[in-house]
């Protein structure tokens, strides 16, 4: 079946620096979308991108849908401490039947 | 701000023993997902509902899970019995017609068999 990975697993940064993950797929998406996922509770959504190229910020969120359509990245800028928790990424795969196929994250912890 | 209500957060359950996890959607979400979470991995679709339809259950294990959504609103997702593997985070997602616009998530399950 198809699957993304995401990368890195887990980083540690020092509060201020600039964060960067990305995803990459085997197969095409037609939509890419990044997820913040705290403890104990279901991922919340922060980008959708629905176009290949397409460069969308939220924030101090900037994400990018690869030309290819098989990769996305997501960049934090000015980590602060509330940005802790597990990013995924997650493709939709045609159709828009909202099956939604995701990477298995990356832990972020910010160090004050 | 609209909530897809999960209950209950949290349950324990012997292996072998049944248990079932309830989902609230969105007031006039049509469609329903059941995702499987297991630590430390990202979720997986484990059956979607088009109003009381299912549209895909490709990925639930039928021998020992079932799910259903009646009245095409609230859902219920049933395992039994329970073993050691099924131990994850149970979430569910709504949104309004089967597209990406306004997709949610619950909070959650978490089960734990012991």
């Known amino acids: 079946g198809q699957q993304l990975n995401q990368s890195p697993q887990s980083m540690f940064i020092q509060e201020g620096e600039d964060v960067s993950m990305n995803c990459t797929s085997s197969?095409?998406?037609?939509?890419w979308l990044w997820y913040k996922q705290d403890p104990g509770e279901g991922p919340v959504l922060l980008i959708a991108l629905y176009k290949a190229g397409e460069l969308t910020s939220n924030g101090r969120l900037t994400a990018q849908f690869g030309i290819t359509r098989k990769d996305s990245f997501l960049n934090i800028s000015a980590s602060i401490p509330s940005d802790v928790g597990i990013y995924f990424c997650a493709g939709s795969d045609s159709g828009n039947t909202g099956k939604l196929i995701f990477g298995q994250g990356t832990t972020l912890q910010v160090k004050p | 701000e609209a909530e897809v209500a999960q209950s209950p957060r949290y349950k324990i359950t012997e292996k072998s023993q049944a248990v079932a996890f309830w989902c609230d959607p969105i007031s006039g979400h049509a469609t329903l997902y059941w995702y499987r979470q297991i630590l430390g991995q990202g979720p997986e679709l484990l059956v979607q509902f088009q109003d009381e339809s299912v549209v895909d259950d490709s990925q639930l294990p039928k021998d020992r899970f079932s799910a259903e959504r009646l009245k095409g609103v609230d859902s219920t997702l049933k395992i039994q019995p329970a073993e050691l593997g099924d131990s994850a985070m149970y979430l569910c997602?709504?949104?309004?017609?089967?597209?990406?616009?306004?997709?949610?998530f619950g909070s959650g399950t978490r089960l734990t068999v012991v």
């Open positions: 997602a709504s949104s309004p017609s089967g597209g990406l616009y306004g997709y949610t």
């Open positions: 197969s095409i998406f037609n939509t």
